[in-house]
């Protein structure tokens, strides 16, 4: 069930939704935030089927989202609600320094990252730094993003060459759901065709593109810009 808002939404403060599956750590947040004179907390809620539309309705400039619905959920949620509210700015909130947790949150569009063992300072300075178009994480995860940027760097002038990829308009279309985390299963369901079709054509970009999984398909078409 989905908490009640907190407080009343303030044209001059930082409005921020909470999601997470303990409501200890909803209220906690919700007591440390709401004390911040800049700060306003508009809702707080465990992961639901109804929660994209109760953050839709809020409208938050701010979400803090904890890392179990985020491992449990549908992992398109926050790229779905970043194209609802294109405003919207997603700080996860991690036990522990995840690099592929971390890497995964920031391929969806998440700009921060605190672990849930940060001062009440320090996640209202997220707050703030994200609202303010910073990106905030712990320095011990700099290093795991340069590191896959630089990974991807160097695979970019092999596939330039293959003309942006040369995926079909239908290769294009599974990119984009394989980037939501629909399973071949999902896809063929979706698209009303056998199981099996679907397989045949992922294999076939993988060759197409030379890599050997789906994601890094996908990674590589948004680096591209050939899917959102």
Do not use: W
Not at 25 to 40: H, N, T
Not at 44 to 53: C, E, T, Y
Not at 167 to 183: A, P, S, Y
Not at 207 to 221: E, F, H, W
Request: glycine content about 6%; overall charge neutral; aromatic content about 4%.
């Amino acid at each position: 069930m989905s908490s009640a808002p907190v407080s009343s939404a303030s044209a001059d403060k930082i409005c921020v939704y909470l999601l997470a599956e303990n409501r200890l750590l909803r209220e906690a947040l919700a007591r440390i935030l709401s004390k911040k004179p800049d700060i306003c907390v508009t809702g707080s809620s465990p992961f639901s089927l109804g929660v994209f539309d109760e953050i839709v309705a809020v409208s938050p400039d701010v979400l803090l989202f904890d890392c179990m619905p985020f491992t449990s959920c549908d992992p398109g949620l926050i790229s779905e609600l970043r194209k609802s509210l294109p405003h919207i700015r997603v700080v996860m909130i991690g036990m522990e320094g995840d690099r592929d947790l971390f890497l995964r949150a920031v391929r969806e569009g998440a700009v921060g990252y605190v672990l849930k063992d940060a001062s009440a300072v320090e996640v209202a300075m997220a707050v703030r730094a994200v609202f303010e178009g910073e990106a905030v994480c712990p320095p011990s995860l700099c290093m795991g993003l340069f590191d896959y940027v630089s990974q991807q760097s160097r695979v970019l002038p092999t596939f330039r060459a293959k003309q942006q990829l040369g995926l079909t308009r239908r290769e294009q279309q599974l990119v984009e759901m394989i980037g939501r985390g629909l399973t071949n299963k999902e896809i063929a369901q979706q698209l009303n065709v056998a199981e099996q079709t679907i397989k045949n054509h992922v294999h076939r970009m993988l060759r197409k593109v030379g890599v050997s999984d789906r994601l890094a398909v996908v990674d590589l078409c948004r680096t591209q810009g050939l899917v959102a």
